[in-house]
């Protein structure tokens, strides 16, 4: 399709014309993957590599143009890196360092008021691929590991060809999902399966992560232009009620997230058709499809807790940053510093706005008062009761309301990233989230002198 002709049909639709390129792209991961199921499943893997490779060169090059050089460099200089320098943890650090300068570089370089979709963005997914692949090398050589470990760990350096076509499958490569190359090369060689042998019986289940993403796209189209970033930004804005401006930040946040859920959904679907999202049989001898989910949809439209949604929301990268970050820093001894090592990680990998180092904070202390409140919940007769009775549809749509409310006032940081902007909006609502927070800190040992028997608060402290 011509320039012109694709930018008429993306001002037709009311979006941008990157994010038309970008939602195009992801769905030609499902004829990508009919063509690979019918043609190439028997093929031997150096067909399939470059298959993969063309394919998602094809697809970088329709998005970025030559900014698709970024992602060849990347690749190339951590094949290098693996060769030359073997299997040790210089190579670990040295894939680290460079991947990550280079990704912050190129935040730095393109960085603008808005959220836009440029050559950054599946250059942060690959960037966690690479890094991914040098821990995974470095696992290959070592004795005493993790289950999770041996069964990613690697025995020998990929061949660059195998390297391009593991970074460009068109199945993850401009929105993820995560995977290992150990996944990979049983992909490719015809090991993803639940009929040993012949393609996959996953047409079923990749059409119904499709139609759940198509819904979740309908959902942001119709909804999303209603809660504009721009809008925190107007006098109108400031003008409303106060009431008014917290279930606006809520709303922005619920429509907002459905541009994520929708991609990795979608994208999510061209992986199962492939046979990648396949993940053997559950304990009922059920075929499983969800090697590869980035989102559990029905958790995070249910749960009334942060963690629940944190749980079922972009899981790959939350599940690479646990195995990569948090348990590598297992010797520090202290979980909360892993913690915070992970988060701040994870918010400078994001980009180099202030809004996303406040929101990863607060997400952590967020997360730390409803451990506390669950246990308070769960150590109290009289509030375990409470929960349990038949007030709990009362209670839980109350909670699930502050629940939104506070996820919308982390994300809303995210979203509009420059310090100037994010104060502002929090300056509107007068840091209500903030205050909330700290009086719940403050009088949760409070509630729990008066709320947890003695015998029991004793109890704990000896454990």
Known sequence: MAAPSLQKLAESLGAPEPALRLLISILIGYPCALVYRRFLFYQPPTVLHLFHTLFGLALAAFNFGTQLSHSAVCILVQFLM?????????????????????????YYYTATEEYDIKWTMPQCVLALKLIGLAWDYYDGGQENLSPEQK??????????????????????????????LRSYQRLVAGELTDCPGKPPNSLFPALKRFSLGFLCCALYTIFNPSYPDSYFSTDEFEAQPFWYRCIFILLWAKFNLYKYVSCWVIAEGACILTGLGYNGVDEKGQ?????????KVFLFETTPLFQGTIA???????????????????????????HVTTLFFLAIWHGLHSGYLMCFSMEFFIVILERQAQALVRDSPSLTRLANSSLYPLIYLVQQFFHWFLMGYSLMPFGLFSYDKWLKVYLSVYFCGHICLIITFLTLPYLRKALVPRKDRSAKKQE
């Open 151 to 180: 069964k990613s760990a690697l025995s020998s350096v990929p061949s660059l060809l195998e390297m391009f076509g593991f970074s460009y499958f068109y199945g993850g490569f401009l929105v993820g999902p995560q995977f290992t």
């Open 312 to 338: 079922s929301f972009n899981i790959n990268t939350n599940a690479w940053a646990a195995r990569h970050v948090f348990k590598r820093l297992r010797f520090l001894g202290n979980k909360t510093i892993s």
């Open 287 to 295: 075929h499983q499809w969800d090697a590869c989910a980035n989102m």
């Open 82 to 106: 693996l060769r030359l320098m073997g299997r040790t943890i210089t190579t670990v650090i040295s894939s680290f360092t460079f991947q990550m300068i280079y990704l912050l570089a190129g």
